[in-house]
């Protein structure tokens, strides 16, 4: 593999905000985030109905995008890999090229302005690298202030793309002027979206028999948090790959819709600037939810921007920037690479845990989607050595659970940290924060999954991938593991005797391990 690494920046030139992101990018390690910037500068404001960019939003957009270059200078990026689209506002405005002038002319950035198509088509590029695509289409939106993307996708190929001017700035601008909203005005808005999205997206969906939605942007990680925080749960955790439930927005959502703005500020996951913003991006979430019949919303950490690296990544690595790829194995490695890994080590404790998982199944019953968690903590039970040997397996889990695995929910992340955690030393304990947190049947999960990553770590324990396979005797009394070697055994054996007391618990038998000499 190639270790060139390549620096971009990608700016979101939004009708709301102006968003930048800066990559490092190597074929091993894949994406890695250096730095991230936004800045609200509404330059939407008043445009919907005028068609014209506000001058001092002009302004205070140029001083903005000088502010983002020189960071992204600074950050060892070259000029000539700093990207630049805009988006609805821009895209409308009749003195849209006097702005990309000024904006060429005093910073010497060229802004490349995108149709909703094109927008859709990054977006899609964007989720689809952070969140599992499935084998059924799902339903993929992103809230924008000016138009709102809807995209048809499955994990082998997109459906539908379409834009529709329907943003939430657009909306505000045109619908809202009491506070609390009337319900006149609620009502009216609610016809105007679904009149909006009849046909089209929502006529497929009912087709395909979508009943998932993946949402992107502010809005949607907005009235996530709110919804989690509302749960007495920590809001400022980890969203990609979360959701919420039909019902449960619909028990949020009609709280919040009847508040004001005084009351919307005190609610705990609100940023500040979107106070108003919620409004008709609550009542847009809830036509959505009745118009395409979804029953579920997952949220998307990733769009634009990131789908714009992306794009731009492939094309200059000359890949085929649609191809899919197993996004939650390919962020696993990443992680592996970014740590300095030992990856023969870490593969062969991977491969050994699945046999054993596959061997002691009739006792354990856990169903096959641990069975992957299990292997990609057997993956990084050791990446922890990065910081240092002592308490490793503290470290990996820390790492693995700040590290933005992309395709994983929060709950997989925590289980995935928890098993690795556990591949020595002290067992699970519900006097440990993060295993106690867990659910009853997530915390038998770890048990199980960490019983056996300990024997499978103790039958590497010589990093000479000795073991060749492992079959299981599941006797009334006992289990009897037999180890098929290279060579002769005793370190291995040693090892993982050594480390079978937690299974044996959490099995109720005990394990008798034997080893065979090719």
Same mark, same amino acid.
């Given at each position: 593999?190639? &270790?060139?690494?390549?620096?971009?920046?990608?700016?979101?030139?939004?009708?709301?905000? %102006?968003?930048?992101?800066?990559?490092?990018?190597?074929? =091993?390690?894949?994406?890695?985030?250096?730095?991230?910037?936004?800045?609200?500068?509404?330059?939407?404001?008043? /445009?919907?109905? @005028?068609?014209?960019?506000?001058?001092?939003?002009?302004?205070?957009?140029?001083?903005?995008?000088?502010?983002?270059?020189?960071? +992204?200078?600074?950050?060892?990026? +070259?000029?000539?890999?700093?990207?630049?689209?805009?988006?609805?506002?821009?895209? =409308?405005?009749?003195?849209?090229?006097?702005?990309?002038?000024?904006?060429?002319?005093?910073?010497?950035?060229?802004?490349?302005?995108?149709?909703?198509?094109?927008?859709?088509?990054?977006?899609?590029?964007?989720?689809?690298?952070?969140?599992?695509?499935?084998?059924?289409?799902?339903?993929?939106?992103?809230?924008?202030?000016?138009?709102?993307?809807?995209?048809?996708?499955?994990?082998?190929?997109?459906? !539908?793309?379409?834009?529709?001017?329907?943003?939430?700035?657009?909306?505000?601008?045109?619908?809202?002027? /009491?506070?609390?909203?009337?319900?006149?005005?609620?009502?009216?808005?609610?016809?105007?979206?679904?009149?909006?999205?009849?046909?089209?997206?929502?006529?497929?969906?009912?087709?395909?028999?979508?009943?998932?939605?993946?949402?992107?942007?502010? @809005?949607? $990680?907005?009235?996530?948090?709110?919804?989690?925080?509302?749960?007495?749960?920590?809001?400022?955790?980890?969203?990609? *790959?979360?959701? %919420?439930?039909?019902?449960?927005?619909?028990? %949020?959502?009609? $709280?919040?819709?009847?508040?004001?703005? #005084?009351?919307?500020?005190?609610? &705990?996951?609100?940023?500040?600037?979107?106070?108003?913003?919620?409004?008709?991006?609550?009542?847009?979430?809830?036509?959505?939810?009745?118009?395409?019949?979804?029953?579920?919303?997952?949220?998307?950490?990733?769009?634009?921007?990131?789908?714009?690296?992306?794009?731009?990544?492939? /094309?200059?690595?000359?890949?085929?920037?649609?191809?899919?790829?197993?996004?939650?194995?390919?962020?696993?490695?990443?992680?592996?690479?970014?740590?300095?890994?030992?990856?023969?080590?870490?593969?062969?404790?991977?491969?050994?845990?699945?046999?054993?998982?596959?061997?002691?199944?009739? !006792?354990?019953?856990?169903?096959?989607?641990?069975?992957?968690?299990?292997?990609?903590?057997?993956?990084?039970?050791?990446?922890?050595?990065?910081?240092?040997?002592? +308490?490793?397996?503290?470290?990996? $889990?820390?790492?693995?659970?700040? +590290?933005?695995?992309?395709?994983?929910? #929060?709950?997989?992340?925590?289980?995935?940290?928890?098993?690795?955690?556990?591949?020595?030393?002290? #067992?699970?304990?519900?006097?440990? #924060?993060?295993?106690?947190?867990?659910?009853?049947?997530?915390?038998?999960?770890?048990?199980?999954?960490?019983?056996?990553?300990?024997?499978?770590?103790?039958?590497?324990?010589?990093?000479?991938?000795?073991?060749?396979?492992? @079959?299981?005797?599941?006797?009334?009394?006992?289990?009897?593991?037999?180890?098929?070697? *290279?060579?002769?055994?005793?370190?291995?054996?040693?090892?993982?005797?050594?480390?079978? =007391?937690?299974?044996?618990?959490?099995?109720?038998?005990?394990?008798?391990?034997?080893?065979?000499?090719?």
């Amino acid at each position: 593999m190639s &270790t060139e690494k390549l620096r971009l920046a990608a700016i979101d030139l939004g009708t709301n905000s %102006f968003h930048m992101v800066i990559v490092e990018e190597c074929e =091993e390690k894949g994406i890695v985030e250096i730095d991230r910037v936004k800045d609200m500068i509404c330059i939407g404001r008043g /445009s919907i109905s @005028t068609k014209q960019l506000d001058p001092a939003a002009m302004e205070a957009g140029v001083a903005t995008l000088r502010n983002f270059i020189v960071l +992204a200078t600074q950050r060892g990026v +070259a000029p000539h890999h700093i990207l630049a689209f805009a988006t609805s506002a821009i895209r =409308e405005a009749d003195n849209r090229d006097e702005f990309i002038d000024m904006v060429r002319r005093e910073t010497g950035l060229k802004v490349k302005v995108i149709s909703g198509r094109e927008e859709a088509q990054f977006i899609y590029y964007g989720v689809r690298n952070a969140v599992t695509l499935r084998d059924r289409p799902d339903l993929l939106f992103d809230i924008g202030g000016g138009s709102v993307e809807f995209i048809i996708a499955d994990k082998s190929k997109v459906h !539908l793309l379409e834009s529709r001017k329907i943003g939430v700035a657009r909306m505000l601008e045109r619908f809202v002027t /009491s506070d609390p909203i009337s319900a006149d005005e609620l009502k009216l808005l609610q016809q105007f979206f679904a009149a909006e999205m009849y046909g089209g997206a929502a006529e497929m969906a009912r087709e395909l028999g979508v009943n998932r939605a993946i949402a992107s942007s502010g @809005t949607a $990680q907005n009235i996530a948090r709110m919804i989690r925080s509302g749960k007495d749960a920590d809001a400022t955790d980890v969203l990609n *790959q979360s959701g %919420f439930s039909r019902q449960e927005f619909e028990s %949020f959502y009609r $709280q919040v819709v009847a508040m004001d703005n #005084p009351a919307r500020r005190k609610l &705990t996951g609100l940023d500040e600037k979107r106070v108003d913003l919620i409004v008709p991006g609550l009542i847009l979430f809830d036509t959505i939810f009745r118009v395409f019949g979804i029953r579920e919303v997952v949220i998307s950490d990733s769009a634009l921007r990131e789908g714009m690296v992306l794009h731009q990544i492939a /094309s200059i690595r000359g890949r085929d920037g649609a191809s899919q790829h197993d996004i939650r194995r390919q962020s696993v490695m990443e992680l592996g690479y970014r740590c300095n890994w030992h990856k023969p080590h870490s593969e062969q404790v991977a491969r050994l845990s699945l046999m054993l998982f596959d061997e002691l199944h009739p !006792l354990h019953g856990l169903k096959a989607r641990y069975r992957e968690l299990l292997e990609y903590a057997a993956m990084l039970h050791n990446i922890g050595e990065f910081i240092s040997i002592s +308490a490793h397996h503290k470290h990996s $889990q820390y790492i693995i659970m700040n +590290a933005d695995l992309r395709g994983f929910s #929060p709950t997989e992340i925590d289980i995935i940290g928890n098993v690795a955690r556990y591949h020595r030393k002290q #067992p699970p304990s519900e006097k440990h #924060p993060l295993y106690s947190q867990l659910k009853p049947s997530h915390r038998r999960a770890v048990d199980v999954l960490s019983g056996i990553l300990r024997i499978a770590n103790g039958l590497e324990r010589g990093h000479r991938q000795n073991v060749q396979s492992i @079959t299981a005797r599941l006797e009334p009394e006992r289990i009897v593991l037999e180890a098929l070697t *290279q060579f002769e055994p005793d370190i291995e054996l040693w090892a993982a005797c050594g480390l079978k =007391e937690w299974l044996e618990e959490v099995l109720g038998k005990p394990v008798v391990i034997e080893a065979r000499f090719r």
